[in-house]
């Protein structure tokens, strides 16, 4: 009796096999490394060209985040401080303290200090400080307890799991926005308070971005 179909055919299965076996393993081993502190940088928390201790400045002297940062409530970005800011105290403030002498050298030189990059968000992904800032999300939804940092260090993954979970339920996130950069602030567990953070919501228009079911378990990972 001839043959039906041709021989090659036979390979087929196998083959069906070995590309499930294959694109399991992708999807796995993507998952796992967008999952991974080395590429969400959790923890890190590189070393500084001046010791800068948050927990003193922020902390212990309550220095209010916009003092430093100044335009991270009317810009896109949240800027690192220019040496003349560190100078209108540390001109009269442990002026000849060792530590402080990259600050002095930077301040006569004109040239900037180093500083090195801590957080930094997946290139896909446009974050707006003062969007944020002027709508009641803290600095330390992102960036963590900093006045409790000596070295600051990334402490969220800034994957698209972490915005959507703020962003699909922002009351859960959002404060007073008299308390945003009021780093002791603790949310009042009070039906009251809820309702206001909804009106807020509602108010505000701080709406959630719509849920595609199909994608959301792979989104919640990148």
Known sequence: MANVFPKWVNTIPIKVIVAIVLIKTAVVLGVTYYATPKYTRVGY????PVAFSHALH?????IDCRYCHTYVDRSEHSNVPTTQVCMTCHSMVRKDDPILAPVRDSYESGEPIPWVRVHKTPDYVYFNHSVHVNR??????CHGSVQEMDVVQHTKSFSMG???ECHRNPEE???????????DWERPDTEEFK??????VHDWKVNPPPKLFWLSPLIDFI
Request: hydrophobic share 35%; proline share 9%.
């Open 45 to 48: 928390a590189p070393t500084q």
């Open 58 to 62: 922020a902390g212990q002297l309550e």
């Open 136 to 141: 009641g999300i803290s600095c330390m939804e």
């Open 162 to 164: 972490f915005c959507l």
């Open 173 to 183: 996130y959002i404060r007073p926005p008299e308390e945003v950069y009021n780093l």
């Open 195 to 200: 309702k206001e953070a909804v009106d807020f």
